[in-house]
C-alpha cells in the first residue's frame, strides 16, 4: 500500500511502529555503508580536517598520541561523523517518508524541495563551521598565552572539530524547520514576524551555548545567518501561503 492510500486509510498504532522500524533499519543501513566508506577514506578525511591547525600553526600542527588506542578511537570517530555526513540526504529521505503520510496532498509535494534544502542547510553549516574553525583555534591559543606549547591530542581536537561542525549542520536546519511549522499551520509568517525581537534574542544565546568552541567569531558565524535565514523563512512561507 503507497503512503498515500495509508493516508488516506488511515495507519493504525501497529502500521506506524511497522513504518517507523522499516524507516530506522533503512536509515541505518545507509549509514552504515556511508560510514564504512568514510572509514577507509580516513587518511584523506584526516588531511581535510587537519588544515585549519596547519593555517593557524603553520610550522607546528602535527597531533601527540599519547595512548596506543587513539589512533582506532580517531578513526571510528572520523567513520561515524564522515557516515553521518555522506548518508545525510538518505536520512532526510526517510524522515520525509514517515512524516508525509500524515500531511495532506498538497503538503507532500513539497519532498524534493524539503530534502534539497534540508541536504543544502546542513551542509551549509558544515561548511561555515570548517572555515570557522581556523579562527577559534587562533583565538583560543592566544587567550592561552604565548608561554603555552601547541600540541594537541588527535581525538581532542577531531572532537571539537566534528561536534562543532555537527552542531552547525543542525541548527543550519532552522529556517527548514520554521517553513515546515508554517506549511502544517503551527505557526503563521505574521506571528513570526510580530516575534523577531524575541527570536534575535534567542538566536544569539542559543549560538552562545552551543557553539562549542566558545570563541566570538563562531558565535557570529552562526548567530548572523540564523538571524538571516529567520527573516527567509517568514517570506518563504508568505509565498507559500498564497
Not at 68 to 78: A, C, H, Q, S
Not at 146 to 164: K, R
Not at 216 to 236: D, K, Q, R
Amino acid at each position: 500500500m503507497s503512503n498515500f492510500r495509508r493516508a488516506a486509510a488511515g495507519m493504525t498504532l501497529a502500521e506506524h511502529l511497522a513504518e517507523a522500524r522499516s524507516r530506522f533499519l533503512k536509515s541505518a543501513a545507509a549509514l552504515l555503508v556511508a560510514g564504512v566508506v568514510a572509514f577507509v577514506i580516513y587518511p584523506e578525511i584526516l588531511k581535510v580536517l587537519q588544515h585549519p591547525y596547519c593555517a593557524a600553526v603553520p610550522h607546528h600542527c602535527t597531533f601527540l598520541v599519547t595512548n596506543p588506542l587513539d589512533g582506532l578511537t580517531l578513526r571510528v570517530k572520523i567513520g561515524f561523523f564522515g557516515g553521518l555526513l555522506l548518508s545525510s540526504p538518505v536520512l532526510f529521505w526517510h524522515l520525509w517518508r514517515f512524516v508525509a503520510p500524515g500531511l495532506k496532498s498538497k503538503e507532500r509535494r513539497y519532498a524534493i524541495p524539503f530534502i534539497t534544502a534540508s541536504v543544502l542547510f546542513f551542509s551549509g553549516g558544515v561548511v561555515v563551521a570548517y572555515f570557522s574553525f581556523g579562527h577559534a583555534i587562533r583565538f583560543l591559543q592566544a587567550i592561552g598565552g604565548h608561554s603555552l606549547v601547541t600540541d594537541y591530542n588527535p581525538n581532542q581536537y577531531l572532537g571539537l572539530f566534528l561536534m562543532m561542525m555537527f552542531i552547525f549542520g543542525v541548527t543550519f536546519e532552522f529556517p527548514v524547520v520554521l517553513v515546515a511549522l508554517e506549511l502544517i499551520g503551527v505557526v503563521t509568517p505574521r506571528q513570526l514576524l510580530r516575534s523577531w525581537r524575541y527570536a534575535v534574542i534567542a538566536i544569539t544565546v542559543a549560538a552562545a551555548v552551543f557553539t562549542p568552541s566558545g570563541d566570538p567569531l563562531s558565535m557570529l558565524a552562526m548567530a548572523a545567518p540564523l538571524t538571516v535565514f529567520y527573516f527567509m523563512a517568514i517570506g518563504v512561507g508568505k509565498l507559500f501561503k498564497k
